[in-house]
């Protein structure tokens, strides 16, 4: 069964940080682009940060470039969001999204063949 899981989120005040995980099972993250994507309580999904399948390109939404850092370690099948300075409106539900395209990575969910089940993320004193 090929799936990913997210995990790491949680509840954290204003200028908290978290790390999100998202971990493959039943296939290899090697040369999948993967995109961090969310979706706040009544607003579009966004994408948020996404990394190219050789881990060369990234990039970032303009609402959280300087305080989010995406990277992968092939080894553990996993990729992370290192997510600094945590704002409340960065409370969404947060999913992961594996892609099998090669260059620049890019937020067109379409690309996306496989989706994790979400991890939420509330910044709130």
């Known amino acids: 069964q090929l799936q990913l899981v997210e995990s790491g989120g949680g509840l954290v005040q204003p200028g908290g940080s978290l790390r999100l995980s998202c971990t493959a099972s039943g296939f290899t993250l090697d040369y999948y682009a993967i995109g961090w994507f969310r979706q706040a309580p009544g607003k579009e999904r966004e994408g948020v940060s996404c990394i190219s399948g050789s881990g060369v390109s990234t990039n970032y939404a303009d609402s959280v470039k300087g305080r989010f850092t995406i990277s992968r370690d092939n080894a553990k099948n996993t990729v992370y969001l290192q997510m600094n300075s945590l704002k409340p409106e960065d409370t969404a539900v947060y999913y992961c999204?594996?892609?099998?395209?090669?260059?620049?990575?890019?937020?067109?969910?379409?690309?996306?063949?496989?989706w994790g089940q979400g991890t939420q993320v509330t910044v709130s004193s």
């Open positions: 999204a594996a892609g099998y395209y090669s260059g620049t990575c890019y937020y067109l969910p379409t690309l996306y063949a496989y």
